[in-house]
């Protein structure tokens, strides 16, 4: 008893001549109780409760100690012990032993304060995402309004006041319509990704050979422009959102498509299986007793050093400038927080000039029944 963290005792009930429990008596008790409030234990032994918990008769201890006294079965009770020099939470457990109580309670102040903390932190998320649903809100509205208007405007001068507009003043029309398409693009792509940290959609059984058909339809004007040759072999059903699994492969596909020499059509091949477990990323190989279904889209691109494959996965990092190639550099970002919202994650092997090939790593889930 005496190495136990928990306050082991027993009680003997005190009872007045109508047979009615007017307070305890402390049969034995260990050292954990007697340590709780100072004492050495023998200084319990024959010692009324409410001697040494003389608030107990009126925070409820009592009425719990008389029930679980009156039942067969062992009564908890959490319980905040205020008393002067003391701010202390217990769980409470009393059992009927014969005819006395066997008591046992445990120190939780540390959970609880761990528990007030973490009840804080949810707090402050929720708010943080509700801020950013707002953000979500402006950016969708507020800030597309005048992007729309700088695009108009552009479009006036261009097509009434063409004649009376210099060369430079031409170009810089153009330039001030070029930079709102930009901006209205970047604030879309900020939305999306906004979107995947706040809003979660239930999952469902995807046929992702049918998912992959209608991204290279939504793609098709693309694919026909650098014509490109798309091979998709077998692929599986898997359990995921399929809006945001549609977003997480037509950014791979596009980006296949787009990052290309001059001088070459694109070859890409789309693939899945079971990857071993040496192929599993760093993040996920701690997780052996889940499936992981590998899909991989594999490009003849120009290809990257692969000492930057942390970077690209990082919202506006881009690798290539913009002159070269259009887009706002958070593509990649929304297919790695699309990956982590399913339970798995992305990665990819690269070498310049060589192509590249992006691997999804998704857990296989089975159908809830």
């Known amino acids: 008893m005496d190495s136990s963290q928990s306050a082991l005792y027993l009680l003997k009930p005190v009872r007045d001549e109508q047979g009615e429990i007017t307070d305890f008596i402390f049969t034995i008790a260990n050292k954990t109780l007697a340590a709780f409030i100072g004492q050495e234990p023998q200084r319990l032994i ?21 029930r679980a006294l009156a039942h067969h079965e062992p009564l908890q009770l959490e319980h905040h012990y205020k008393s002067e020099d003391m701010d202390r939470w217990l769980t409470v457990v009393a059992n009927r032993y014969e005819d006395e109580l066997s008591v046992t309670f445990l120190d939780i102040t540390e959970n609880k304060r761990i528990q ?7 707090h402050q998320i929720r708010n943080s995402n509700e801020n950013l649903e707002q953000f979500a809100y402006i950016a969708s509205h507020d800030l597309q309004e005048p992007l729309r208007k700088l695009q108009a405007f552009g479009d006036v001068l261009q ?3 063409a004649d009376s507009l210099v060369d430079g003043e031409v170009d810089l029309v ?10 209205q693009v970047l604030v879309r792509d900020l939305l999306t990704y906004s979107r995947l940290s706040t809003q979660s959609e239930p999952f469902e059984n995807i046929s992702l050979a ?10 098709e004007m693309s694919i026909m422009e650098k014509k490109a040759a798309v091979e998709v072999g077998p692929l ?85 400038s913009r002159s070269a190639y259009s887009g706002t550099g958070i593509g990649l970002a929304i297919c790695k927080k699309v990956a982590e919202i399913h339970g798995g994650t992305i990665d990819v092997t690269s070498q310049i000039g060589q192509g590249s090939t992006f691997k999804v790593f998704l857990p296989v889930y089975e159908q809830p029944g």
Not at 57 to 62: D, E, R
Not at 116 to 122: G, S
Not at 210 to 219: F, Y
């Open 46 to 66: 024959g010692e009324l409760h409410s001697r040494w918990f003389p608030r107990y008769k009126t925070n409820g201890i009592f009425e719990h100690y008389c």
């Open 116 to 122: 007030h903390q973490l009840e804080a932190t949810i």
């Open 159 to 161: 097509s009434q006041f």
């Open 174 to 183: 153009r330039r001030i319509q070029n930079s709102a398409k930009r901006m």
């Open 210 to 219: 049918r998912l992959i058909k209608e991204v290279l339809g939504d793609l």
């Open 236 to 320: 599986p059903n898997l359990l995921g959102n399929p809006l945001r699994l549609r977003q997480l492969f037509q950014n791979l596909v596009a980006n296949a498509i787009k990052f290309q020499k001059a001088d070459q059509k694109p070859r890409i091949q789309i693939r899945a299986r079971y990857p071993k477990p040496d192929e599993m990323p760093e993040e996920l190989r701690n997780q052996t007793q889940r499936l992981f279904l590998l899909i991989e889209v594999a490009d003849n691109g120009i290809g990257f050093d692969e000492k930057y494959k942390a970077r690209i996965f990082q919202p506006f990092q881009r690798l290539e």
